[in-house]
């Protein structure tokens, strides 16, 4: 069965704190994306990468980094956690191409800021 | 940028019965994507159903179906027969042909089936 896997089901950090989230999927498909999800607002795109040692930016970037050093691996990084990034973080991979079978999504860490 | 609207933030519906979730996207492009994926309280997403823009032919996948409408764009999801294993948010969201993999997704339908 084919995974994309979160690292952490649930996070608590303080403020301040470098945070890491790690996605890894075993598809061997090129794209992977990291959105979070708030209520109402549904999901939003913080990077994606089309390939290995790329990054492009999404919606809303600002407070947030990314690295991609394989290409079974995405890492999400919050280089100075802050309140206001407490979320759901959903990490997704896709095969190249047009990627019309969507998305396969990982389970989502709940990450708490305080 | 292409935006994605659900307008019903919560709806319910009794086990059996069907229900219409309703999507409605803004984009000037004519080639796109766009899907209905579910998201249970296990938090993992899973896709429901996907419309190809060129395809008149409405979607369906077994007791849901689709109603998409591409000159008022919109792209409804109808559900039947409805079971409480459907107890779910849904998501819709759109894909741009011409603009890589990324979707954009709406802000979500939290649909509860009553026994």
């Known amino acids: 069965d084919v995974k994309v896997t979160q690292s952490s089901r649930y996070l608590v950090k303080r403020t301040g704190e470098k945070v890491f989230l790690e996605c890894v999927q075993d598809?061997?498909?090129?794209?992977m994306f990291w959105y979070r999800q708030d209520p109402g607002l549904g999901l939003r795109l913080i990077y994606f990468s089309y390939d290995v040692k790329m990054k492009e930016k999404g919606d809303i970037p600002e407070g947030y980094s990314v690295s991609r050093e394989k290409k079974e691996r995405f890492s999400l990084i919050l280089e100075s956690a802050s309140t206001n990034q407490t979320s759901m973080y959903l990490c997704?991979?896709?095969?190249?191409?047009?990627?019309?079978?969507?998305?396969?999504f990982g389970s989502g860490t709940r990450l708490t800021v305080v | 940028a292409q935006t994605v609207t659900q307008s019903q933030p919560e709806m319910s519906v009794q086990e059996a019965e069907t229900v219409t979730l309703s999507c409605t996207y803004d984009t000037s492009e004519s080639n796109y994507y766009l899907f209905w994926y579910k998201q249970p309280p296990s938090r993992q997403m899973i896709l429901v159903i996907r419309?190809?823009?060129?395809?008149?032919q409405n979607a369906t996948e077994n007791r849901f179906s689709v109603n998409f409408q591409k000159a008022a764009k919109s792209f409804s999801l109808k559900i039947s027969d409805s079971q409480l294993g459907d107890t779910a948010m849904y998501f819709c969201a759109f894909m741009d042909h011409n603009a890589g993999n990324m979707l954009t997704f709406g802000g979500g339908t939290r649909l509860m089936v009553k026994p």
């Open positions: 419309q190809e823009a060129y395809k008149q």
């Open positions: 997704a991979s896709s095969l190249g191409g047009q990627g019309v079978d969507g998305y396969t």
């Open positions: 598809m061997d498909h090129e794209n």
